[in-house]
Each structure stands twice: as structure tokens, then as C-alpha cells.
């Protein structure tokens, strides 16, 4: 059920703020029919719910800059001293 708050309620419901004063949300009936009725809020029926969308960053699609090197990595566990198959210290 989708209601305005009349109220600026204290505390968290499920760890998150109460929404402020006027905000329109959406909470289960059973939950919401008990603000409306005490006068916490009022039940909202011709607003629209609104559909919250996300929109994808542009990929980077440049070319890397003229005459950049292109170099295979290395790892650093091939270097580190004391591992099995290093005979650099016999």
C-alpha cells in the first residue's frame, strides 16, 4: 500500500530511516493501514508509483594513443626468491 507520511517519524524501520514528512512510500497493508488509521499517514491512490531506472555508463571504446607499447605482464611470484623451482641461489 503506497502511503504519505503526515509525520516525521524517529528511529529506522529495517535499519533504515522513516521517510520524512509529505515522502510517499510504499509499505505492506497490514502496516500501512495502521499509520493511516492512528493518523501517521494517508493512504496515496492517484500518484503513480514511481519505477526507479538505471542507465549503463558509455564504454570506453577509445584507441589507445599512437605508438603506446603493448607489453606481455609478468608475475611477481615467478621473481620472489625461495619459491619451488628457483635456482637462482645454487
Known sequence: MR???NVQMSGTRNGEPWPARGEVTEL???EAAHLVASGIAEEVVDEPA???TATM???DTSA???GAET???T???RAASGRKGDHSGE
Open 28 to 30: 505492506p497493508t497490514a
Open 71 to 73: 607489453k606481455p605482464r
Open 57 to 59: 555508463p558509455k564504454a
Open 3 to 5: 502511503i504519505r507520511m
Open 50 to 52: 514511481k519505477v526507479e
Open 64 to 66: 589507445p594513443p599512437q
Open 75 to 77: 608475475t611477481a611470484k
